[in-house]
Structure formats: C-alpha cells, structure tokens
C-alpha cells in the first residue's frame, strides 16, 4: 500500500527563490561595479570586498552566536548588502571604517529588526548614514577617477553636487557649469562620488536587466527619476542661474543609485503600485528639496531613509484596486 | 484573431499538457461502484435503494433534496451491496451506494445510439426540468447545481451565456479533447442551455494554447449567435469572475455572481453533459477525466463511469508508477491530494495527477520578504501577505475588511511566493474563521 503526501493546494511552485531574487540584482550590478573599478581601481576592490565580507561575517555572527538562529548569511541578502554599501562608499576610504558601516548595515539597519523581511530601513543606507555622521570628513573626500593603483592616498576633490551647492553661495550656475564633468562624462561615470553612484548609464542598465528579470517593477525608479527632473526643470525655468537644468540633477549624485537599488529594496518599499508611486514622488521632492534648499548637497539617502519610515504607513492606507464593486446586501 | 485576457494579476505555470491530442477511450465500468450521494454543492441528495436492490444504468438512486441538491443517478447496472459512509477525495467518509457490476443494462428510456438529434422543439421549460432531472452539475470542478444557474433571480436578467472552454490548469485536457471530439453535441448543447436561459448569445472562451479546439468551434459555430473568443494563457482565466472580465469586460460585484452582470456561465463539460440529458435522455453517469503525470507511460483522457474507483482507473495507464509520491484529483494549482486510490471517480473529478517525489513536497518556507509578488498576481486585488499574517495572529476580524472572503483559492500566491510561503493556508483558515464570524453575526 502506497503512502501518499497530503497537502492543500496548491500543488505547483515557481523556481524562484530570496537567493535567485538576490544574485539576480547582484548580476545587474555587475556593470555599475565594472565601471567603478575601472576608474577607482584598487580602492574600490579593497572598499567592496572588506565590505561584502563584512555584512555576510557580521550577519552570521549576530545569528550564530546573538540571536541564536540558523545563519542565513549565504542567502544572498548580506552580499548584497555589503555590496550596496561599497557602491555609496569613497573608494579611498580606509577598510576599517567600511567595516563599522558594514557592522552598522547588518547590526543596526538588519538585525535588530529580527533579520530579513523585518528591518524598516535600507540596511546599506543606514550602514552610509552612520558613516556619514561619524567620519564626516573621511565620507566627503572623493577620489579623483582613474588612479589606478591609489587607495587611501588617493588626490581628492568635490563632487559635481558639492561644486554647484558651494558655487551657488556667489555665482551662477551658468558660471559653475564648465568645472563639472560633461554630461557625456557623467553619463559613463568619469566624476567624482561614491564608488558605485558615478555611471548612470551602467546603473540604468542594471535597472533594465532587473525589469527584464522582473525582479523590480517600472514604479519606484521611473517616478523617482520623474519627479525629480519635472520638479527641479520647473525650479530651472523659473530661475536658470539660481538652479541647475534636470539633466544635471539625474546624472549626478547618488539619484540613479538610490532610486534604482536602494528605493526598490523589497522590504523597505511599499506593497502596491499605487504605494509606490506615493513613495516615488515623496522621495523624489525631499530628494531635491534638500539638495537645492539644503545644508548638505545631496539628498536622495536621508528622502530613502525617510519614505522607508513612511511605508508601514502606505501599506496600510493605500490598498490595490480590489476586483469588484462592492454590492449592498438586502 | 485579436487574443483577450482578465486584466489583474495571474500567473503562467508551466502547462505539462501531456495528454494533449490523445483521444477519448471509454471505460467499461467498474467491478464495484461507489456512487457518493454528495457530489455536488449542497445538500446531499436523499437515499432511494437498499441493500440488495438490482439497479440498472441510469436509474435514479438519491434525489435531490432541496434546491439546492440534485439527483444522483446509478451509472452501472447491477446489485446495491452496501449504503454506508465511503471515503471520497475530500477525505472524509460520506453516504454512498456501493453497488456490485452485472453486466451493463441500462434504462430503456436512454438513446444509446451516435446518432446526434440537433433540433430541439422543447419549450424552455422543458429543458430546464430535463437538466433538473439528469443531476447534472457544473463540471469545471465546482459541481455547482446547473439547474439552479437556469432560475434568474427576480429583478435579473441573463444576457448572455459564456461557456468556458479555458481549461487553464496546467496538465488537464478533458475539456479540450471533448470540445475536439464531441463538438457537434457540444454545439448543440450550448444551444439548449441558451433556449433554457433565454439568451440571444453565447461566447466560448478557449485560451490561446488550443488552436486546433478553437479553429473547430469556429467552424462548428460558424453563421450561428455562439462566437468563440481565443483568449491569452493566464491562470486563473477559468475562474467564473476572471472569465466574465476577459471576455465582456465586466466586473463581477464582490460577494456576487456572474448572473449580477448579466451573465451565466457554464463549463464546456456541463453543456455536453446537457446536451445527452436533453436530446438523448441520458443523466449524468460518466465523464472525460485526464490521467495524467510525468512517470506516466502514456497520459489519457478516459470516458468514465461516475463511482470507478481512481486505482482502476489508474491501472489502465499501465499501473502506478513506482515513484509516485502524490495523487491529486484535480489540476495542480486547485486540485486536492489524494490519501488513498481507493476513493470513487465522481462528477467534479477532472483529472488524475500523479506526481513523483522530488515535485510532491514543499519546500522549506522562510520569512516573508516583502517582495510585492503575491499582491502582484492576486485576480481579485487582495494583498495575500497581510491576510496571512492576520491569519497567523488569529485577526479574523481584521480579515473581513480586508475582502478575505473574494479570495476564490487560486493558488497564485502561494504559487508565486519565492519563500515558499503557505500563503493560501491561512488565507483558508481565515476564511473558515470569518464565515464564522459573518454567520454568527447574521443569526443575531
């Protein structure tokens, strides 16, 4: 007589699985990381291989040994991580450092929440954030790109955000525009920045192999990338000496990045479509709200962090269209 | 031939149809029947032989008792060894007749001949009491009573009838092969089901990886008020709702009926089904079922007598598979998995999947990782993911609102989750638990 195994339905599954959803955006970042160590060279092997093994060490350490539950540091989520911290790292920035943000992403920004699918904020941003309080001045010293063999020793200058911010205190943009790298240059990511933010053009192909792999949807990138250029092309035609043309908003900083990586983070983001067009728009304006009306000269971290606060609240008030009017009985 | 297709949510899984093509074989009947007096949705029928009654094919054995109910009709000939309570697929004992095969005599009354009798003089009425009579239920697998469909309610009317032909479980063919086989009786019963309801119009919706079934209901339909309508491969696009909206464009109100749009909507089965109660006198005895399953020599589609057992329905494949591990009657996205063979082929049974070891099991489930995909593919708009969390910290009250009670149990959810989650678990419970709640409430 046959055994047979009882379950409910259904009975089929998908293949996919959180390590193929993660080695997924890891591939499409492959492109982004071979432009930055094209032009950062060894910095930035140094910046993302201590910080890849750092977030997967520190996450099974923190499970083994605190939180005594079977280690999960293999799923794909810490390498991720650790990579996406790299990524908005200087890649002069001296190894030690990236390991307390790397202990600040998982610690902080992942474990205390009780791992994977619970914690509110990007890990990586909060491993940035944390670094940035902390070692204001080892996070704003940018390497010039295309030393090869410098790390720590690196020549350093500003990036195209700190010129304009700095530059707007007595000059026009139209004065300010011919220090900062052609758009062209921009678009590559032959500029100054975090290690893995200065290519556009390999970030937006990452965010096209993501959407081919249906990995992330359209929502959350394009309504970021759109409020931000109508908002900041509506301060540009009002007033083009005091605020710099959208184009120059979307290809600098850590827009590109943040919107296609680190909004788009699963757990952090909101559950509808709809949610996640609030939550596009939302950090879109803070986005560029700090960076023309603020202290600092980027924003586009602290609108992540602060729109990852306001996503329980999205999921609960903002619900998808549900199939059918309701009928009234009686 | 411009395709159409329900506009929220779905999955594809991979459509294994093996038995695809394969023609229909007819079965003899069974050594022993077990005829389940429940069948259907609703009440069971009431018991009409005992124990050693002769009994012939065809004859009424449990009739119906209420309006909601039908008749249940002995589909071999031979002696009532038993009434009793017999396991059938849900797992549960249930009354049935269990009657021991001599020989195959049927009723006289029965046209046992191939001859097709097309045109119908029967008045509506007549027809509908004919589909009363037959026990005939909705064989898409909700065994619905037909009868019931026919009665519009005051205050509503049917514009139209669609007759679903999607078959978008992956692996079963039974509905396929019979709109290749038996399209003339299946034209024709499409036909009387529009007299019996009183519409101008039907549409059989038949999706997209059918070609050869939806080029022969064309011809077959050709010059007539029935159209076909080729529709894109999407689970669930059999669902009444989901049909209705890819076909007409119309929403089905929550909590309501396809007939609250002014359509009705039966199974390709359900009007062949009709059309041998109408024209040849004959209730519902039989049925196509699909056996089928990778380790299978040769997947099948079988003409078979209502109360086979599935074990000799098995054998006719050439036996079990050595690596069987699961038994689902059904499809494998809604069907039921199956405790033992030793339970009786019935009126809603599809289909008999058999599934090897290393597919039977789920896989290790891990926490929820937000990832949007299960509210992504929900067709009625739920967010599956917080109703099982609802579900899991007992929130029944919370479910309600939250339309726990639209879910139609598709298993796209669960199906899509890439952490294995039992989605659709608790989304059962809860639903079990708020129908309690909803009852207790009206009784008050």
Same mark, same amino acid.
């Given at each position: 007589?046959?055994?047979?195994?009882?379950?409910?339905?259904?009975?089929?599954?998908?293949?996919?699985?959180?390590?193929?959803?993660?080695?997924?955006?890891?591939?499409?970042?492959?492109?982004?990381?071979?432009?930055?160590?094209?032009?950062?060279?060894?910095?930035?092997?140094?910046?993302?291989?201590?910080?890849?093994?750092?977030?997967?060490?520190?996450?099974?350490?923190?499970?083994?040994?605190?939180? *005594?539950?079977?280690?999960?540091? &293999?799923?794909?989520?810490?390498?991720?991580?650790?990579?996406?911290?790299?990524?908005?790292?200087?890649?002069?920035?001296?190894?030690?450092?990236?390991?307390?943000?790397?202990?600040?992403?998982?610690?902080?920004? *992942?474990?205390?929440?009780?791992?994977?699918?619970?914690?509110?904020?990007?890990?990586?941003?909060?491993?940035?954030? /944390?670094?940035?309080?902390?070692?204001?001045?080892?996070?704003?010293?940018?390497? $010039?790109?295309?030393?090869?063999?410098?790390?720590?020793?690196?020549?350093?200058?500003?990036?195209?955000?700190?010129?304009?911010?700095?530059?707007?205190?007595?000059?026009?943009?139209?004065?300010?525009?011919? $220090?900062?790298?052609?758009?062209?240059?921009?678009?590559?990511?032959?500029?100054?920045?975090?290690?893995?933010?200065?290519?556009?053009?390999?970030? &937006?192909?990452?965010?096209?192999?993501?959407?081919?792999?249906?990995?992330?949807?359209?929502?959350?990138?394009?309504?970021?990338?759109?409020?931000?250029?109508?908002?900041?092309?509506?301060?540009?035609?009002?007033?083009?000496?005091? /605020?710099?043309?959208?184009? /120059?908003? &979307?290809?600098?900083?850590?827009?590109? &990045? %943040?919107?296609?990586?680190?909004?788009?983070?699963?757990?952090?983001?909101?559950?509808?479509?709809?949610?996640?067009?609030?939550?596009?728009?939302?950090?879109?304006?803070?986005?560029?709200?700090?960076?023309? /009306?603020?202290?600092?000269?980027?924003?586009?971290?602290?609108?992540?962090?602060?729109?990852?606060?306001?996503?329980?609240?999205?999921?609960?008030?903002?619900?998808?269209?549900?199939?059918?009017?309701?009928?009234?009985? %009686? | 031939?411009?395709?159409?297709?329900?506009?929220?949510?779905?999955?594809?899984?991979?459509?294994?149809?093996?038995?695809?093509?394969?023609?229909?074989?007819?079965?003899?009947?069974?050594?022993?029947?077990?005829?389940?007096?429940?069948?259907?949705?609703?009440?069971?029928?009431?018991?009409?032989?005992?124990?050693?009654?002769?009994?012939?094919?065809?004859?009424?054995?449990?009739?119906?008792?209420?309006?909601?109910?039908?008749?249940?009709?002995?589909?071999?000939?031979?002696?009532?060894?038993?009434?009793?309570?017999?396991?059938?697929?849900?797992?549960?004992?249930?009354?049935?007749?269990?009657?021991?095969?001599?020989?195959?005599?049927?009723?006289?009354?029965?046209?046992?001949?191939?001859?097709?009798?097309?045109?119908?003089?029967?008045?509506?009425?007549?027809?509908?009491?004919?589909?009363?009579?037959?026990?005939?239920?909705?064989?898409?697998?909700?065994?619905?009573?037909?009868?019931?469909?026919?009665?519009?309610?005051?205050?509503?009317?049917? @514009?139209?009838?669609?007759?679903?032909?999607?078959?978008?479980?992956?692996?079963?063919?039974?509905?396929?092969?019979?709109?290749?086989?038996?399209?003339?009786?299946?034209?024709?019963?499409?036909?009387?089901?529009?007299?019996?309801?009183?519409?101008?119009?039907?549409?059989?919706?038949?999706?997209?990886?059918?070609?050869?079934?939806?080029?022969?209901?064309?011809?077959?339909?050709?010059?007539?008020?029935?159209?076909?309508?080729?529709?894109?491969?999407?689970?669930?696009?059999?669902?009444?709702?989901?049909?209705?909206?890819?076909?007409?464009?119309? @929403?089905?109100?929550?909590?309501?009926?396809?007939?609250?749009?002014?359509?009705?909507?039966?199974?390709?089965?359900?009007?062949?089904? +009709?059309?041998?109660?109408?024209?040849?006198?004959?209730?519902?005895?039989?049925?196509?079922?699909? +056996?089928?399953?990778?380790?299978?020599?040769?997947?099948?589609?079988?003409?078979?007598?209502?109360?086979?057992?599935?074990?000799?329905?098995?054998?006719?494949?050439?036996?079990?598979?050595?690596?069987?591990?699961?038994?689902?009657?059904?499809?494998?996205?809604?069907?039921?998995?199956?405790?033992?063979?030793?339970?009786?082929?019935?009126?809603?049974?599809?289909?008999?999947?058999?599934?090897?070891?290393?597919?039977?099991?789920?896989? @290790?489930?891990?926490?929820?990782?937000?990832?949007?995909?299960?509210?992504?593919?929900?067709?009625?708009?739920?967010?599956?993911?917080?109703?099982?969390?609802?579900?899991?910290?007992?929130?029944?009250?919370?479910?309600?609102?939250?339309?726990?009670?639209?879910?139609?149990?598709?298993?796209?959810?669960?199906?899509?989750?890439?952490?294995?989650?039992?989605?659709?678990?608790?989304?059962?419970?809860?639903?079990?638990?708020?129908?309690?709640?909803?009852?207790?409430?009206?009784?008050?």
């Amino acid at each position: 007589m046959n055994k047979f195994i009882v379950s409910p339905s259904p009975h089929a599954y998908t293949d996919e699985s959180v390590p193929k959803l993660m080695y997924g955006v890891i591939i499409s970042l492959l492109p982004a990381l071979a432009v930055s160590v094209y032009f950062f060279g060894i910095g930035m092997i140094i910046v993302s291989s201590v910080s890849v093994a750092s977030c997967i060490l520190f996450e099974y350490l923190i499970q083994r040994y605190m939180m *005594k539950v079977k280690p999960t540091h &293999l799923d794909g989520s810490a390498l991720l991580t650790g990579l996406l911290l790299a990524f908005c790292l200087p890649a002069n920035i001296p190894f030690w450092i990236v390991m307390i943000g790397a202990l600040a992403a998982v610690g902080i920004g *992942k474990m205390t929440f009780g791992g994977l699918g619970n914690n509110i904020f990007n890990p990586a941003l909060v491993g940035r954030v /944390f670094l940035f309080i902390s070692f204001p001045v080892a996070m704003t010293a940018w390497p $010039e790109p295309g030393q090869w063999m410098h790390y720590t020793d690196a020549v350093t200058g500003a990036t195209p955000l700190g010129l304009m911010k700095e530059g707007l205190a007595n000059r026009t943009v139209g004065e300010i525009m011919p $220090e900062v790298p052609s758009f062209l240059h921009l678009l590559v990511g032959k500029s100054m920045g975090s290690a893995g933010e200065v290519s556009a053009l390999a970030l &937006l192909l990452g965010m096209f192999y993501m959407m081919y792999r249906k990995i992330i949807s359209w929502h959350i990138p394009l309504t970021i990338l759109a409020t931000v250029a109508i908002f900041t092309g509506i301060l540009w035609l009002a007033n083009p000496d005091r /605020f710099a043309d959208p184009l /120059f908003h &979307l290809l600098t900083g850590g827009l590109m &990045l %943040g919107a296609i990586y680190m909004a788009t983070d699963y757990v952090t983001s909101p559950m509808t479509s709809k949610g996640m067009i609030i939550y596009g728009v939302g950090i879109g304006i803070v986005t560029v709200l700090i960076r023309v /009306f603020g202290a600092y000269p980027e924003g586009v971290q602290f609108a992540i962090l602060i729109f990852n606060g306001f996503t329980p609240l999205i999921n609960k008030f903002v619900k998808p269209k549900r199939f059918g009017k309701e009928v009234k009985h %009686g | 031939m411009s395709l159409k297709t329900f506009s929220r949510g779905g999955v594809h899984p991979p459509e294994h149809k093996l038995s695809a093509g394969s023609k229909i074989i007819e079965l003899p009947p069974p050594e022993v029947a077990v005829i389940p007096v429940s069948q259907h949705l609703g009440a069971p029928a009431k018991v009409l032989v005992n124990r050693g009654d002769q009994v012939k094919v065809g004859q009424l054995i449990a009739e119906s008792s209420g309006f909601v109910s039908t008749n249940i009709h002995s589909s071999v000939s031979g002696k009532v060894l038993k009434v009793d309570q017999f396991m059938d697929s849900s797992g549960y004992r249930k009354m049935a007749v269990q009657i021991q095969v001599e020989g195959d005599q049927w009723i006289e009354t029965i046209d046992r001949s191939d001859d097709l009798v097309r045109n119908s003089v029967l008045p509506a009425e007549d027809i509908r009491k004919k589909i009363l009579e037959a026990g005939i239920v909705g064989l898409g697998g909700a065994t619905f009573p037909s009868h019931v469909k026919l009665m519009v309610p005051q205050g509503k009317t049917a @514009e139209c009838l669609i007759i679903n032909g999607v078959e978008c479980e992956p692996y079963l063919t039974a509905d396929h092969a019979l709109m290749m086989e038996r399209t003339e009786e299946l034209f024709s019963g499409i036909q009387l089901l529009m007299k019996g309801l009183g519409v101008e119009k039907a549409i059989v919706g038949i999706e997209n990886n059918k070609p050869d079934a939806i080029e022969r209901m064309k011809d077959i339909t050709k010059g007539s008020n029935v159209s076909v309508q080729g529709l894109k491969v999407k689970y669930p696009q059999g669902g009444e709702k989901q049909l209705v909206k890819a076909i007409l464009k119309r @929403e089905v109100p929550s909590g309501g009926l396809p007939i609250d749009v002014g359509v009705v909507v039966f199974n390709v089965g359900t009007a062949h089904a +009709v059309y041998e109660a109408v024209m040849k006198n004959r209730p519902l005895i039989d049925r196509v079922v699909t +056996v089928t399953g990778k380790g299978l020599e040769k997947p099948s589609n079988f003409l078979v007598r209502v109360g086979t057992p599935v074990s000799s329905l098995i054998e006719k494949t050439g036996g079990l598979p050595e690596q069987t591990a699961k038994v689902i009657n059904g499809g494998p996205m809604m069907g039921k998995a199956l405790s033992t063979l030793d339970v009786p082929v019935v009126k809603g049974s599809s289909g008999i999947l058999l599934v090897d070891e290393n597919e039977a099991r789920r896989k @290790e489930v891990k926490p929820c990782i937000r990832c949007t995909k299960c509210v992504t593919v929900c067709p009625m708009g739920l967010e599956p993911y917080l109703l099982m969390t609802l579900s899991e910290k007992s929130l029944f009250e919370r479910m309600e609102p939250e339309k726990v009670m639209d879910c139609i149990e598709c298993g796209s959810c669960s199906y899509t989750c890439p952490c294995s989650r039992p989605l659709l678990d608790y989304i059962r419970l809860g639903k079990a638990e708020v129908g309690k709640i909803m009852r207790a409430r009206k009784a008050v």
